[in-house]
């Protein structure tokens, strides 16, 4: 997906399973990259819910630390409570401002179906900036939209787009949300200017949920602020085979971005070997064109996608493993 980045050779990778199916996704996930035979050295690490109960933090400095020296780092899946616990932070969150990977890209691919969800990453809803009043009685949120964060994940959308079927669409409330939206609407019709090969619509939020649920084909890059992108691409994953197929990745200017399955913990099904483990071998996919092995990363999505979900994390990662070793040996004797 990202094709900007150079190729780094031997790149170095930290996997950190986090919880629940994340301890069985991502180590299928490394089978399937160990199965290429690429010059990348693999070192792992901990974090989530888990490593918070037994060391006190989430994301601990020494897991940081390698995440710091990585090229990219590949993320299984969090348990986050659903109420507050004092001294616990979201760790995937803790990474994408750690790294300010500001624009997170989810693909949804299904038969006719290609669309790619550029979603703001760094503020907007998510912005932290809640409080209660009123005794209790009243919750209040700020929605922090920024002319800066704005502008850069319209112009990562526009790359996006160049190098797909040149369609952006552009995703706002600005009819209600006159400030906030208003803000994002205006420098995105000023940043993608600079594109006039791009064939560029807008929509409503609402209008773009019912148009994506009525017909997907006609997107190609969707942009958006946070929520908005959080539950438009859930929403495309529900359309194309859903959150077992949803991979993302979260980059930014710097070298280190972080992939990662957009599926949760599912606790239900923890420890049970039944877990889909395409997302997050689709997340390697996304990873190795971000570290510019292109032609590598084109044959784990089409491997992936055409294979099946056997009810078995080990052998769906394993039929895709020996898949793509099948690719590379029909591709020697091609030469030969």
Same mark, same amino acid.
């Given at each position: /997906?990202?094709?900007?980045? *150079?190729?780094?050779?031997?790149?170095?990778?930290?996997?950190?399973?986090?919880?629940?199916?994340?301890?069985?996704?991502?180590? &299928?996930?490394?089978?399937?990259?160990?199965?290429?035979?690429?010059?990348?050295?693999?070192?792992?690490?901990?974090?989530?819910?888990?490593?918070? =109960?037994?060391?006190?933090?989430?994301?601990?400095?020494?897991?940081?630390?390698?995440? =710091?020296?990585?090229?990219?780092?590949?993320?299984?899946?969090?348990?986050?409570?659903?109420?507050?616990?004092?001294?616990?932070?979201?760790?995937?969150?803790?990474?994408?401002?750690?790294?300010?990977?500001?624009?997170?890209?989810?693909?949804?691919?299904?038969?006719?179906?290609?669309?790619?969800?550029?979603?703001?990453?760094?503020?907007? /809803?998510?912005?932290?900036?809640?409080?209660?009043?009123?005794?209790?009685?009243?919750?209040?949120?700020?929605?922090?939209?920024?002319?800066?964060?704005?502008?850069?994940?319209?112009?990562? &959308?526009?790359?996006?787009?160049?190098?797909?079927?040149?369609?952006?669409?552009?995703?706002?409330?600005?009819?209600?949300?006159?400030?906030?939206?208003?803000?994002?609407?205006?420098?995105?019709?000023?940043?993608?200017?600079?594109?006039?090969?791009? =064939?560029?619509?807008?929509?409503?939020?609402?209008?773009?949920?019912?148009?994506?649920?009525?017909?997907?084909?006609?997107?190609?890059?969707?942009?958006?602020?946070?929520?908005?992108?959080?539950?438009?691409?859930?929403?495309?994953?529900?359309?194309?085979?859903?959150?077992?197929?949803? &991979?993302?990745?979260?980059?930014?200017?710097?070298?280190?971005?972080?992939?990662?399955?957009?599926?949760?913990?599912?606790?239900?099904?923890?420890? *049970?070997?039944?877990?889909?483990?395409?997302?997050?071998?689709?997340?390697?996919? /996304? /990873?190795?064109?971000?570290?510019?092995?292109?032609?590598?990363?084109? *044959?784990?999505?089409?491997?992936?996608?055409?294979?099946?979900?056997?009810?078995?994390?080990?052998?769906?990662?394993?039929?895709?493993?020996?898949?793509?070793?099948?690719?590379?040996?029909?591709?020697?004797?091609?030469?030969?």
């Amino acid at each position: /997906m990202t094709h900007h980045s *150079k190729l780094v050779s031997p790149a170095l990778i930290t996997l950190i399973n986090g919880d629940g199916i994340g301890q069985e996704v991502i180590p &299928a996930a490394r089978a399937v990259l160990e199965a290429l035979n690429l010059p990348i050295t693999i070192q792992t690490a901990d974090a989530g819910f888990a490593t918070f =109960e037994q060391r006190g933090e989430a994301l601990p400095a020494a897991t940081l630390a390698l995440c =710091e020296a990585s090229d990219a780092v590949l993320f299984g899946a969090t348990q986050s409570p659903m109420t507050k616990v004092a001294g616990y932070r979201s760790p995937i969150l803790a990474l994408r401002r750690h790294f300010d990977l500001f624009a997170n890209l989810r693909p949804a691919v299904a038969g006719e179906i290609d669309l790619l969800v550029v979603r703001e990453n760094t503020e907007g /809803m998510y912005s932290g900036r809640e409080r209660l009043e009123d005794d209790g009685a009243t919750a209040i949120l700020e929605r922090i939209v920024t002319a800066r964060a704005s502008e850069r994940i319209v112009r990562a &959308a526009c790359e996006q787009a160049m190098q797909r079927r040149r369609k952006l669409t552009i995703v706002h409330k600005a009819n209600v949300l006159k400030e906030t939206c208003g803000l994002f609407r205006r420098i995105a019709f000023d940043v993608v200017k600079e594109h006039p090969e791009l =064939e560029v619509g807008e929509l409503l939020v609402d209008t773009a949920a019912f148009q994506l649920a009525q017909d997907a084909r006609r997107f190609d890059v969707i942009v958006t602020t946070n929520l908005f992108g959080d539950i438009l691409s859930d929403l495309a994953a529900g359309l194309t085979g859903g959150l077992g197929l949803a &991979a993302s990745a979260n980059v930014g200017t710097g070298r280190t971005a972080v992939f990662e399955p957009v599926h949760g913990s599912a606790p239900d099904i923890a420890g *049970k070997g039944i877990a889909d483990p395409r997302a997050a071998i689709l997340s390697v996919g /996304m /990873m190795l064109d971000h570290l510019g092995f292109h032609a590598q990363a084109d *044959k784990v999505r089409r491997v992936t996608y055409n294979t099946p979900h056997s009810g078995s994390t080990s052998a769906t990662a394993r039929l895709i493993a020996e898949a793509l070793a099948g690719v590379a040996q029909d591709e020697i004797e091609l030469q030969s």
